[in-house]
């Protein structure tokens, strides 16, 4: 495990449970009463209950995995990164500036994430114990490893959309 985690500083994710949006997209396709109007929009929010730092976040998500909380971790400065994206916003031909480094610091914490989900997948938790829980679902034999390594793959991929 790395000894030390950077994060954004302030970043915030609002995580939710697998059941509930399973529940709520049940709940979308079922048959409807005439009395219920349908919604008109084409986004739905599928977020938990509240919102959490990602440092949180992350601490609650090791705990959980019995994991040590890292020794260190450090809060990227945000705003001292979006003043210096001002100053090379302004220089010719530059690539970056205030609204990427916005967009990276937002990113970049969604990518955290997957590459963790994907690098805990492929073994950083063991994976005798990720068959069990594959298992609970019905998964076995190749078909659970296929499942869980296709898993990892795609969740390492995913960072990069």
């Given at each position: 495990m790395l000894p030390?985690?950077?994060?954004?500083?302030?970043?915030?994710v609002q995580p939710v449970h697998?059941?509930?949006v399973v529940r709520d997209i049940l709940a979308?396709?079922?048959?409807?009463?005439?009395?219920?109007?349908?919604?008109a929009s084409r986004t739905i929010a599928f977020v938990g209950p509240a919102p959490l730092t990602l440092r949180h976040c992350l601490a609650?998500?090791?705990?959980?995995?019995?994991?040590?909380?890292?020794?260190?971790?450090?809060?990227?400065p945000g705003r001292l990164c979006l003043a210096l994206a001002c100053v090379a916003g302004r220089?010719?031909?530059?690539?970056?500036?205030?609204?990427?480094?916005?967009?990276l610091l937002m990113n970049l914490s969604v990518?955290?994430?997957w590459i963790w989900t994907g690098l805990v997948s492929l073994g950083l938790y063991p994976v005798a114990g990720s068959l069990r829980l594959l298992a609970d679902f019905g998964l076995h034999?190749?078909?659970?490893?296929?499942?869980?390594?296709?898993?990892?793959?795609?969740?390492?991929?995913?960072?990069?959309?």
């Open positions: 030390v985690l950077a994060l954004p500083e302030g970043a915030l697998v059941d509930d979308l396709v079922a048959p409807r009463s005439p009395e219920l109007p349908l919604v609650e998500l090791r705990q959980a995995l019995g994991l040590a909380p890292p020794a260190v971790v450090l809060e990227l220089l010719p031909a530059s690539f970056v500036d205030r609204d990427a480094v916005s967009m990518a955290l994430v034999g190749a078909l659970a490893k296929l499942a869980l390594y296709s898993a990892a793959v795609l969740d390492l991929g995913l960072w990069g959309c």
